[in-house]
């Protein structure tokens, strides 16, 4: 995903339910990222990672959009 200068990676996980999620958010051990959990409309986790592309100096998303992204997506899983 490209927003002007700044890029990244834009990762969803659905984990279904009745499957234990990652204990830590997916995004702790990745320099810069962010990420947000939504419950699923099926009964699972919707996860939404942000991480930048290595030549990018900021996310293209800031944690208020990805949070948005996240309870906007969840819904329809």
Avoid: C, H, K
């Amino acid at each position: 995903m490209q927003d002007g200068p700044r890029r990244g990676l834009v990762s969803i996980m659905l984990v279904p339910a009745g499957v234990s999620a990652p204990l830590e958010p997916p995004w702790i051990d990745r320099p810069g990222a962010t990420g947000s959990v939504a419950g699923a409309a099926s009964g699972g986790q919707l996860i939404v990672v942000v991480e930048p592309f290595p030549d990018s100096a900021e996310l293209p998303l800031n944690p208020d959009d990805v949070r948005e992204l996240a309870q906007e997506l969840a819904p329809r899983y």
